[in-house]
């Protein structure tokens, strides 16, 4: 059963950067789309970025564009998010997703509504 794991988390300052590691537990991971999302408290899980099985196309929410880079490195069983210039909003639980069954795409990650792999989730702090 493939299940992820996300790193990288933690406190930054206003403008820093970080650095988020989605690791998957098999190489099943690699076949599919795969997206980052978080979550503040009380608020609803918003998507922000996502990336195809083989990591040639991608999507970005508005909030992201510019400043975040999803990437993988299949060779790792690994999905990246670099995060530049972050502000105090950014502040969140980072989960990776996949939707799984025939979902190898972005833009499938992007319309889902069912995701039958989810990480425990990264604090990202971001002080002003």
């Known amino acids: 059963q493939l299940q992820l794991a996300e790193f990288g988390g933690g406190l930054v300052q206003a403008g820093g950067s970080l650095r988020l590691s989605c690791v998957g537990s098999?190489?099943?991971?690699?076949?599919?789309?795969v997206g980052w999302f978080r979550q503040a408290p009380g608020e609803e899980r918003e998507f922000v970025a996502a990336i195809n099985w083989g990591g040639g196309g991608t999507f970005y929410s508005d909030s992201a564009k510019g400043r975040f880079t999803i990437s993988r490195d299949n060779a790792k069983n690994t999905v990246y998010l670099d995060m530049n210039n972050l502000k105090p909003e950014d502040t969140a639980v980072y989960l990776c997703?996949?939707?799984?069954?025939?979902?190898?795409?972005?833009?499938?990650?992007?319309?889902?509504?069912?995701?039958?792999?989810w990480g425990q989730g990264t604090q990202v702090t971001v002080s002003s």
């Open positions: 098999t190489h099943t991971f690699n076949n599919y789309g």
């Open positions: 997703g996949a939707p799984g069954r025939d979902c190898s795409g972005y833009g499938c990650v992007v319309q889902a509504r069912d995701f039958d792999y």
